[in-house]
């Protein structure tokens, strides 16, 4: 079943910086989109971001405008959201899906399931 795997999360201050990667085993994501989610406590999984297949169009959800890039290295196989300037509300487990595209919307579908993601906790 399609499940990609994240990493790169950790503890940062407020103000530091994490590179998230998303990879995918077996598979290519080449022809994916591919969107980054995240999960606070108590709260519902949201949407971040998102690429297309070619990586020539991305979208961010407001929140994370100007301080998140998202991007993408088809040649490996990974797709990695740079976090700058971290808040404490970014704190969540960040997950990565493959989706049929970004104009769906960033809490759009998905294809396969969700994977174990990976913790990113600002706080000093």
């Known amino acids: 079943q399609l499940q990609l795997v994240e990493s790169g999360g950790g503890l940062v201050q407020p103000g530091g910086s994490l590179r998230l990667s998303c990879a995918a085993s077996?598979?290519?994501?080449?022809?994916?989109?591919i969107g980054w989610f995240r999960q606070a406590p108590g709260k519902e999984r949201e949407g971040v971001s998102c690429i297309s297949s070619s990586g020539g169009a991305t979208n961010y959800a407001d929140s994370v405008k100007g301080r998140f890039t998202i991007s993408r290295d088809n040649a490996k196989n990974i797709v990695y959201l740079q976090m700058n300037s971290l808040k404490p509300e970014d704190t969540a487990v960040y997950y990565c899906?493959?989706?049929?595209?970004?104009?769906?919307?960033?809490?759009?579908?998905?294809?396969?399931?969700w994977g174990q993601g990976t913790q990113v906790t600002v706080s000093s």
């Open positions: 077996g598979f290519t994501l080449d022809y994916s989109a």
């Open positions: 899906a493959a989706r049929p595209g970004c104009a769906y919307g960033l809490g759009g579908p998905i294809f396969g399931s």
